[in-house]
Every structure is written in C-alpha cells, then in structure tokens.
C-alpha cells in the first residue's frame, strides 16, 4: 500500500496536465484497454485463466463499471480541481470505506481507527479549503472537488466489495477480469468521444499520463490493491492514501509547480498522523 499511495499519487499531477486535453471517458478507455494488455499477458505467462474464475462473470462487471467510474469522475475533476487539493480528497475515501465495509463485510472500527479517521478527514478538509477558515465555514468547495469526491465513494465502495465479490481466485486473474470489464464499459460509455478525438495532433502530455496511469496508477496498483484487501480491513488498505498528499507535493515540485503554504502542509501533517495511529493499531 506504500507502493500504491506514491503510484496514486503521480496519475493526479500528470492527469491535470491531460484532463483539458481529452475527454475523460476516451483516455480511460484506452488506459483500461492497455492496463488489461499488460495484465493478461501476465496472466498468460502465470499459466492461464482456471476454469472457475470464469463463474458469475457479472461480478467483474459490477467491480469494472464501479472503477471505471471513479477514473472517468476523477478526470473530470482534475480539469478545474488543483492536484494537491484532489489528492485530499482521495484521503476521505477510508472513511467512507470503513463505512462501507461495515454495511459488507460488517468490519467494525476500533476507537484507535476510528480517532484516526477523524484526523485524518480534518486533515483532508483542512487541504481541501486551502486552510481558509472563511470558505470552510461556507463549505465552499469548487466543481471540480465536488466531482472527484462523488468518485471518491464509488473508489470507497469498490474496496469492501473485492473481498466480498472474491472466490479464491489469483490477484492477476481477478484484477484482469475487473480491467476487461471496465474497459468494455467504458469503451461503450465514450464510444463518442473516442470517434471524435484527434488521437495524431494530442500533445505527448497526454500520451505520457495515459502510460502512466494505465501501466503504474491501473495496473500495478489494482493488483496492490486486490492483495492487501484480501489481507486487511477495508479501512486500513485505504488509510495509506493519507499519504497521498505528500507524494503528491513531491511530483509537483519535480515538475517545477509551486508549493503549498505552511498552513496547508499542517493539514497534511495531519493525514500522515492518522496513518500512523492506524499503523500502530495494525501492529497491536
């Protein structure tokens, strides 16, 4: 989940430089198209796909379309939300998928986790209104945050729902079912999109962010994702997005952006607290 958190959180710098310059559902199509490429030639090469991972095949459907639709909300964010801010938002996804896992799975929080849920959103908030007591008491929060938190839940949902969906079957083999399905949806969603894009005159922005997210940000963090649900409450796979913020001011300063004030980088403190109250109670 470290891996996932620093993978995560390059596909929210790189998607902002993208998301005006193509439509979300005709990038995602192709990055789902190629995530499923790489996976399925894993899978090839793992020996195949057993019989039985073939039963109730609605299964991937449901997981696809759910995950499709948080990566095509996220890019539609991203066209007015500033990284930093949207990789705050990420960081409300654990609460929502304690809550989630609860309705599932009926995982119960622990008071530890649930002290450090509660920083941790305080945390994301405070980021999210850019440490602005004013808007945050107006709960003024823009379009673009508005759309990718809506995304969020689905992100949320998605989580507990892997572990319940899941039969036994290998991370790559489910992972691979989940990114065909998404892609089929995805690809019927945008078909439109998808005719009408110039795909010769994209700049190579938008090239670079669809590798990326396609090989590093669908990928190889689904098949993170798919092996720590297996092995953790819902709530603790998702708490190491509280550190998505923090990778995320790294790749805005490695590609020359500027840096959030003193009085933001205390909201994101705060996340990073939140993960290791949640860490500590992992170990206990």
């Known amino acids: ?13 790189l998607g902002s430089l993208a998301a005006n310059e193509i439509a979300p559902g005709a990038l995602n199509a192709v990055r789902f198209a190629l995530a499923a490429l790489v996976i399925g030639i894993a899978v090839v090469f793992r020996g195949g796909v057993d019989r039985t991972a073939l039963y109730a095949p609605w299964r991937y459907l ?7 639709t948080y990566f095509v909300l996220m890019f539609e964010g991203l066209k007015t939300a500033p990284p930093i801010s949207a990789a ?3 960081t409300l996804i654990p609460i929502m998928a304690a809550g989630f896992g609860w309705i599932l799975l009926r995982q119960v929080l622990t008071r530890r986790m649930a002290i450090a849920l509660s920083i941790g959103a305080v945390g994301a908030l405070w980021v999210i209104f850019r440490a602005d007591v004013t808007a945050l008491l107006a709960f003024e929060i823009g379009r673009g945050e508005l759309i990718f938190f809506i995304g969020c839940g689905f992100h949320a949902f998605y989580t507990p729902l892997v572990r319940k969906l899941n039969r036994g079957e290998p991370a790559l083999v489910f992972t691979f079912g989940v990114l065909l399905a998404g892609c089929l949806l995805i690809t019927i969603y945008s078909w439109g999109d998808l005719r009408a894009t110039d795909w010769i005159a994209l700049p190579p922005i ?8 396609a090989l590093c940000a669908s990928a ?6 798919q092996f720590a649900t297996m ?18 001011i790294l790749w805005e300063i490695a590609l020359g952006n500027s840096v959030p004030t003193a009085w933001v980088l205390g909201g ?4 990073i607290a939140a993960l290791l109250m949640l860490l500590r109670d992992e170990a206990r």
Request: charge should be positive; charged fraction near 5%.
């Open 220 to 225: 190889m963090t689904f098949v993170l994702m």
């Open 1 to 13: 989940m470290l891996c996932f958190s620093m993978l995560v959180a390059g596909s929210f710098s």
């Open 268 to 271: 994101i403190g705060l996340t």
């Open 88 to 90: 705050a938002v990420f």
């Open 62 to 68: 449901a997981l696809g379309g759910i995950f499709g």
């Open 231 to 248: 092995r953790l409450p819902s709530a603790k796979v998702m708490a190491y997005t509280y550190l998505t913020p923090s990778w995320v």
């Open 206 to 213: 938008v090239w670079i962010t669809i590798i990326y997210v």
